[in-house]
């Protein structure tokens, strides 16, 4: 079933660079990290990219769509019993300004989740337009920020369906085990129909292979498959299994603050680099492009 989805990410370097300029320029950079798989990483991945970027200089907004609120949670945030959640937000009873939160990381900012979401799915049924209710809150904040990103519900219900009308990028956290591939042709689909009716400017820009152990053949087997599959969209960071990354969302911390020297910390750290090199790479491919246009230019004034 897979493969017969494949044509969304098998392409060439220069033709997945040429889809991005769209989406990567000097305005904010909205980012789901989705899989309906639960248990691959795309929390802990959500979290800790955030985390590295504002230790980076760039100011960071964290959307938690999950009712879990695993996010919110680890980031330190106090979710149980404030009422300050993003369910409040779209049921209209606080404004955001009420419920936007800040972190213990300079330039970190966080819209908590808490279980009271589990119940917006239904709760919203009839309203017009419920795909887009999350965007239609949050769009004037998300342009105070350099990054958004949104943590969403292991699932392709509505509340991802949300996260999808407000991102322009999705990152597929993706475990390096064997059930890795499962369902991602559903959520390939998914993003099809999104991108064709209700945000034509989305598109997936990364793959993270996550919990990577080389000690096993397997570990290896599977990175090469999804390395096959999605091609220039795996990132050349690998996040290894590391007990520190376990550890670190019950102390309410990232990972590059509660063990800075471990290989999660370093794994994260250079995954944001590569997340912030991709803009590089745009602004070199513009410029080559602005070259070919201006000889081009030159070459009719001379006919």
Same mark, same amino acid.
């Given at each position: 079933?897979?493969?017969?989805?494949?044509? +969304?990410?098998? %392409?060439?370097?220069?033709?997945?660079?040429?889809?991005?300029?769209?989406?990567?320029?000097?305005? &904010?950079?909205?980012?789901?990290?989705?899989?309906?798989? =639960?248990?691959?990483?795309?929390?802990?991945?959500?979290?800790?990219? =955030?985390? @590295?970027?504002?230790?980076?200089?760039?100011?960071?907004?964290?959307?938690?769509?999950?009712?879990?609120?695993?996010?919110?949670?680890?980031?330190?945030?106090?979710?149980?019993?404030?009422?300050?959640?993003?369910?409040?937000?779209? @049921?209209?009873?606080?404004?955001?300004?009420?419920?936007?939160?800040?972190?213990?990381?300079?330039?970190?900012?966080? %819209?908590?989740?808490?279980?009271?979401?589990?119940?917006?799915?239904?709760?919203?049924?009839?309203?017009?337009?419920?795909?887009?209710? &999350?965007?239609?809150?949050?769009?004037?904040? %998300?342009?105070?920020?350099?990054? &958004?990103?949104?943590? @969403?519900?292991?699932?392709?219900?509505?509340?991802?369906?949300?996260?999808?009308?407000?991102?322009?990028?999705?990152? &597929?956290?993706?475990?390096?085990?064997?059930?890795?591939?499962?369902?991602?042709?559903?959520?390939?689909?998914?993003?099809?129909?999104?991108?064709?009716?209700?945000?034509?400017?989305?598109?997936?820009?990364?793959?993270?292979?996550?919990? +990577?152990?080389?000690?096993?053949?397997?570990?290896?087997?599977?990175?090469?498959?999804?390395?096959? +599959?999605?091609?220039?969209?795996?990132?050349?960071?690998?996040?290894?299994?590391?007990?520190?990354?376990?550890?670190?969302?019950?102390?309410?911390?990232?990972?590059?603050? +509660?063990?800075?020297?471990?290989? =999660?910390?370093?794994?994260?750290?250079?995954?944001?680099?590569?997340?912030?090199?991709?803009?590089?790479?745009?602004?070199?491919?513009?410029?080559?492009?602005?070259?070919?246009?201006?000889?081009?230019?030159?070459?009719?004034?001379?006919?």
């Amino acid at each position: 079933m897979l493969d017969i989805y494949i044509l +969304y990410v098998r %392409i060439s370097p220069v033709i997945y660079l040429s889809h991005l300029i769209h989406i990567i320029k000097d305005s &904010v950079r909205s980012i789901a990290f989705l899989n309906q798989k =639960g248990g691959v990483g795309k929390t802990t991945s959500t979290a800790n990219v =955030g985390a @590295c970027l504002a230790s980076l200089g760039k100011k960071v907004l964290m959307i938690d769509l999950d009712p879990q609120s695993n996010m919110s949670m680890h980031l330190g945030v106090n979710v149980h019993g404030k009422d300050l959640s993003i369910y409040q937000l779209i @049921c209209g009873k606080k404004k955001v300004t009420e419920i936007l939160t800040k972190t213990e990381i300079s330039g970190l900012d966080i %819209i908590p989740s808490d279980i009271d979401l589990a119940s917006a799915e239904i709760e919203l049924v009839n309203t017009v337009g419920r795909e887009t209710i &999350v965007k239609f809150y949050l769009d004037k904040l %998300i342009n105070k920020y350099d990054y &958004v990103l949104i943590d @969403c519900p292991p699932s392709l219900g509505l509340l991802t369906l949300n996260a999808l009308t407000v991102a322009n990028e999705i990152f &597929v956290p993706l475990q390096t085990e064997f059930f890795a591939l499962q369902g991602v042709s559903k959520l390939l689909q998914t993003f099809d129909v999104i991108k064709k009716r209700l945000n034509s400017s989305l598109e997936i820009t990364g793959i993270i292979p996550c919990m +990577y152990d080389s000690r096993t053949k397997l570990g290896t087997a599977v990175l090469d498959k999804i390395k096959e +599959y999605f091609e220039d969209k795996v990132f050349t960071t690998i996040i290894r299994k590391n007990i520190k990354l376990s550890e670190a969302p019950s102390h309410g911390m990232p990972i590059i603050t +509660y063990a800075p020297d471990s290989n =999660g910390a370093q794994d994260y750290m250079a995954l944001t680099k590569e997340v912030i090199a991709q803009e590089k790479k745009i602004l070199k491919l513009k410029g080559v492009k602005a070259k070919k246009q201006k000889t081009k230019i030159r070459a009719h004034a001379f006919h």
